[in-house]
């Protein structure tokens, strides 16, 4: 059964950090695509981040320099550190897996940034 768990959201201040954390199983992790999505209140969901199992990282424009996404195959777990964080951050982020044969999402954790 596969099972993707997030983790590590909550309510901070604006410039703060937050780490998300997203552990795996019942997957080949270390072959996955792992991405990070997010939804706001009212608005589609939008990608974030990813990390591919080459370790090479993207991210959309307006959390780059912000955001840094890193994974670490012995614990099948792919991190979202986010710094200066923003209220237009506010979200439910998801983190999801891309496979060959298909992708698996997370439940979400919601990040609440205040101003």
């Known amino acids: 059964q596969v099972r993707l768990v997030e983790s590590g959201g909550g309510l901070v201040q604006a410039g703060g950090s937050l780490r998300l954390s997203c552990a795996a199983s019942?997957?080949?992790?270390?072959?996955?695509?792992m991405e990070w999505y997010r939804q706001a209140p009212g608005k589609q969901r939008e990608w974030v981040a990813v990390i591919t199992s080459g370790l090479s990282p993207n991210y959309m424009d307006s959390v780059k320099g912000r955001f840094t996404v890193s994974r670490d195959n012995a614990k099948n777990t792919v991190y979202l550190q986010m710094n200066s964080l923003k209220p237009e951050d506010t979200a439910v982020y998801y983190c999801?897996?891309?496979?060959?044969?298909?992708?698996?999402w997370g439940q979400g954790t919601q990040v609440t940034v205040s101003s």
């Open positions: 019942g997957i080949f992790f270390s072959i996955a695509a």
């Open positions: 999801n897996a891309k496979l060959p044969h298909g992708m698996y």
